[in-house]
């Protein structure tokens, strides 16, 4: 058996809907390596269609690792996850494979790669506390205790919210104060997928449209009485949280659709924002007709030249 660390980890993330799941598909089966998801809601049973979760073929074809791991009612955090990803990604260079890391959940490629911060664990008392005051309420308390997190956060994640306002209240500290210094130039290099702005926001609505048409609302109904609403994480999946307000009667499906497509905007654009501010990224420009076998083409030659340059970089540019 050789060495596992000769099996280095490969990064592949990239906004929703830039290809990411093709392209490490095709790129796992050329490496002989197996897939570990860096995604927060794919770890959930149930969770399949809103989540775009690899298909049951598609994770026979490659092992996909950090999918269907925790029922819908269970509590998921980082250190889970941390702990999870580790062992997955030892048990596959044992057996000299190589770990691919697909996905788009910063918290969690950011402590894979640098480690979990000094924070405090939740407190479960406080917590249900804080997540009955509301959102206005949390945030004003928290633009007072922590500024910096309650600007960093923005008004709608009400989860993370939450965890800045309950390390305030447990440490008395900033929850920015408790994040570990890191230097950029040591994080590892990953290979991101990006788009054209309109071809990306355009593949968004696309992927909506088909998330609707193949079952999301029956799914997140026969998740509810799983425990769906009950969990606080896995409730604020994108997708899910608005069609619970629909069955709820909170909007037609016709204003829960335009929404989520808005949001599904949104949220890449805050993704390919934190990729670029907090990540070592080799960037892949992927045409809006190009195939997903010459993407696959392109990324490999990166990874075989061993390129570290800068992130920002183009590799291979259209």
Known sequence: MSDA???????????????????????????????????????????DIGTAKP?????????????????????????????FAHAAIADIQCRDKRPLIVGGTGLYLRALTEGLSEAPDADPALRVELEALGRERVLDELRRADPAAAERIGPHNF??????????????????????EWNRDRLPLMHGLERDRADLYARCEIRVEAMFRAGLVEEVRLLLPRGLAENTTARQALGYKEVIAYL????????TVALVKTRT?????????????????????????????TVVERLAECLRRGERRSAGVTCGGT
């Open 5 to 47: 660390a000769t099996h280095t980890p490969i990064f592949l993330i990239g906004p929703t809907a830039a290809g990411k799941s093709a392209v490490a598909l095709a790129l796992a089966r050329r490496l002989d390596a197996e897939i570990v998801s860096a995604d927060s809601m794919q770890v959930y049973r149930g969770m």
């Open 55 to 83: 298909s049951p073929a598609e994770r026979a074809a490659v092992p996909h690792h950090l999918i269907n791991v925790v029922e819908v009612s269970e509590r998921f955090d980082v250190a889970r996850y941390i702990a």
């Open 159 to 180: 989860r993370r919210l939450v965890r800045a306002l309950e390390i305030c209240r447990l440490t008395g500290r900033k929850s920015s104060e408790l994040r570990r």
């Open 248 to 255: 709820r009667g909170g909007a037609t499906l016709e204003e």
């Open 265 to 293: 905007r949104q949220f890449a654009k805050r993704q390919l924002t934190w990729f670029r501010h907090q990540a070592r990224v080799e960037w892949i420009r992927v045409a809006a007709d190009e195939e997903t076998t």
